[in-house]
């Protein structure tokens, strides 16, 4: 397993058990993402690992009984790993960004494109797959 592979592993494995202050051992200070231009531009050139942090927090109080994450497939070429996730669950705690809690099983899929340095993520493509809801799939 390469070096990026490894910390991307750790990365994802304490954001999900809520050690949300992972990302400032995991992503680089000057960290970009290419869609914060789409999702928060006045925040364009500052950094947005917050942004990072506020995903997981969001995530896991609207779903706090039975969250998963899982990996779902890893591609890894020179500097670069393609991510796709998904992340569920039940939807019993608080609003998921604008959407209330409706008790139901959720799914959200999700595919990034890190660019790493020196083992750190420095660039990032994708989504937004979850803000404002986008995304949601309720499963009966």
């Known amino acids: 397993m390469s070096r990026n592979l490894h910390n991307l592993a750790i990365y994802s494995d304490r954001m999900a058990k809520g050690d949300y202050d992972a990302v400032y051992d995991y992503f680089a200070e000057t960290f970009m993402s ?4 789409r ?5 364009v050139g500052t950094d947005i690992r917050g942004h990072e942090k506020d995903f997981w927090e969001n995530a896991k109080q ?3 009984d039975d969250m998963k994450f899982e990996v779902n497939l890893v591609l890894e070429s020179g500097d670069h790993i393609v991510s796709n996730w998904t992340l569920s669950g039940t939807h019993n ?3 998921y960004y604008d959407v209330p809690p409706s008790g139901r099983f959720v799914t959200i899929n999700g595919t990034a494109i890190l660019r790493f340095e020196d083992g750190k993520v420095v660039e990032h493509w994708g989504g937004p797959h979850c803000m404002k809801g986008v995304g949601l799939v309720n499963e009966a």
């Open 34 to 37: 290419h869609v914060t231009e």
């Open 39 to 43: 999702v928060v531009p006045e925040r």
């Open 93 to 95: 705690g608080g609003s």
């Open 62 to 64: 609207a779903f706090p």
